[in-house]
């Protein structure tokens, strides 16, 4: 992999590339079919324990086709800070990622993803929790999951990632 250009912007410590992946709201991925790109953006969550993304989204459609002819993706997360007025300047944090993406099968590996994504996204996630979900909405979710080889990002000097 072709290294960052601009040295002083990389972000080269592990903890802040999996924090952006944590904060982000979602992650855009890029993936390929007879030599032609297709991007989506989606929610997500970032499980550090397994090194992996989780997403769930519809049965059928394009993204579906084309990952199952090419698992293959490349994505993007993003810390959007604004910007800079009179600087001509933006404040950022991003980070890409290369990874597999494969379809959970699993009952209790779906339900474990499921349950991570309300905890990143939910306000209240143990209200939303609290109510029964049932056995057939959890089976009949389709949850992705993209094992992550490769990660780099870059961020604005000014810029604070929490981790």
Sequence with gaps: MRDIRRKERAITEEKELIAVLQQSKYVTIAMCQDNEPYLVSMSHVYDPEKNCIYFHCAKEGKKMDILKENNVVWGQALLDEGYIQGKCNHNYATIMFKGTV??????????????????????????????????????????????????????????????
């Design 102 to 163: 494969s379809f959970l099968d699993d009952f209790d590996e779906k339900k474990a993803a499921l349950h991570l994504m309300v905890y990143q996204l939910e306000d209240d996630p143990e209200a939303y929790l609290s109510k029964p979900i049932s056995e057939k909405a959890i089976t009949n979710v389709t949850v992705g999951r993209i094992i992550i080889e490769y990660m780099s990002g870059k961020k604005a000097k000014d810029v604070v990632i929490d981790v």
